[in-house]
């Protein structure tokens, strides 16, 4: 199968699901004629034309309001927000509109929008262009949340996303944008070109929504992450030497319970690692859900391991990520517990 980066195989799936279904448009900011900071538009105007990839004001509260209106009546659009930080303006038409739209028609309207974002650090823009902030729409009924780890997931499941009837939040961690990073390193790795490609097949194909995926096996403790953090959690198991099973959640919703209850009761012990601000994040979901339904079977409490209680340090940002050497110490101290 062809190699491709995440940001290839992201614009693969675009172009694929806008081949098979006229009704998905893609629009965002400065998505056009630039093809996206990111480059994960490039070429799609050229092949679709204006009226289907187009770049829109800089709004974001105006980009996915107008992208609801064209799903009530019938469009699909797969919209961009440059960044995951521009979110905010767009908060209450995702929330109050978005998420809501299905139950308050009484499933007379529909709501197939996807709104792609960048999230997470790796290219020291600090506080207004390295967030992390999927809590926020884990903790919104009516929504689903994914975060993809690598190329062939990213394209299954954003062509996955556009075809769901309803509203999708697709986050696209950047630090993984030009190929799979390497987790064993605390600090940046360059050039990027040096990491091996992820193997993307051609053509159509989904990945189902609220599955996840075991990266590494194991029998001793259970690792739960996503996104770049999966790499950084396999980096930890193989420094450590500790038999540690990595689960890529890969949809923080739908959550596949399942999966996380299954190897937890199986190896006792449970290290949950995100990137965002530990307070409040999608981590204190997770460690709920393991205390609920495995604590018999728990031998030690249940770790978290995440981004500082601050805002982005610019500066230090590859201290703020959660490295091997932190996921580690968190691994080491579960087993010794």
Same mark, same amino acid.
């Given at each position: 199968m062809p190699r491709r980066t995440i940001i290839e195989a992201i614009r693969d799936a675009m172009d694929v699901s806008m081949g098979r279904d006229e009704r998905v448009i893609v629009y965002g900011e400065d998505v056009g004629f630039f093809g996206?900071?990111?480059?994960?538009?490039?070429?799609?105007q050229a092949k679709y034309g204006k009226s289907r990839c187009f770049d829109a004001p800089i709004s974001e509260s105006g980009i996915v309001g107008s992208?609801?209106?064209?799903?009530?009546?019938?469009?699909?659009?797969?919209?961009?927000?440059?960044?995951?930080?521009?979110?905010?303006?767009?908060?209450?038409?995702?929330? *109050?509109?978005?998420?809501?739209?299905?139950?308050?028609?009484?499933?007379?309207?529909?709501?197939?929008?996807?709104?792609?974002?960048?999230?997470?650090?790796?290219?020291?823009?600090?506080?207004?262009?390295?967030?992390?902030?999927?809590?926020?729409?884990?903790?919104?009924?009516?929504?689903?949340?994914? $975060?993809?780890?690598?190329?062939?997931?990213?394209k299954g499941l954003l062509i996955a996303a556009i075809e769901d009837p309803d509203p999708?939040?697709?986050?696209?961690?950047?630090?993984?944008?030009?190929?799979?990073?390497?987790?064993?390193?605390?600090?940046? $790795?360059?050039?990027? *070109?040096?990491?091996e490609l992820g193997e993307v097949a051609d053509g159509h194909y989904t990945i189902p929504l609220g599955k996840a995926a075991i990266r590494r096996q194991g029998s001793a403790v259970t690792v739960l992450a996503y996104g770049t953090m999966v790499y950084v959690a396999q980096a930890a198991a193989e420094e450590t030497g500790i038999d540690?099973?990595?689960?890529?959640?890969?949809?923080?919703?739908?959550?596949?319970?399942?999966?996380?209850?299954?190897?937890?009761?199986?190896t006792g012990r449970c290290v949950v690692v995100h990137e965002a601000t530990l307070t409040s994040g999608f981590g204190a979901e997770l460690v709920s859900l393991v205390q609920e339904n495995c604590f018999y079977h728990l031998e030690a409490p249940v770790a978290?391991?995440?981004?500082?209680?601050?805002?982005?340090?610019?500066?230090?940002?590859?201290?703020?990520?959660?490295?091997?050497?932190?996921?580690g110490r968190a691994l080491v101290e579960t087993m010794e517990a």
């Open positions: 996206g900071v990111f480059r994960a538009t490039q070429g799609l992208a609801i209106g064209m799903a009530a009546y019938g469009l699909r659009p797969c919209v961009e927000v440059q960044f995951a930080d521009y979110v905010y303006p767009a908060y209450d038409q995702i929330v *109050s509109e978005a998420a809501r739209l299905r139950y308050r028609s009484n499933g007379d309207f529909t709501c197939p929008i996807v709104v792609r974002m960048p999230t997470g650090g790796g290219i020291f823009g600090g506080q207004t262009h390295s967030q992390s902030p999927e809590a926020l729409f884990t903790h919104v009924s009516g929504l689903k949340v994914i $975060v993809p780890s690598n190329p062939h997931d990213a999708v939040i697709f986050l696209e961690p950047k630090r993984l944008y030009n190929g799979p990073f390497d987790g064993h390193h605390d600090k940046p $790795v360059t050039p990027w *070109s040096k990491h540690a099973e990595v689960i890529d959640l890969r949809t923080l919703l739908p959550l596949d319970l399942e999966a996380i209850v299954a190897s937890v009761k199986k978290r391991v995440a981004g500082w209680d601050t805002p982005y340090p610019h500066a230090q940002e590859w201290d703020y990520f959660p490295g091997p050497a932190r996921v």
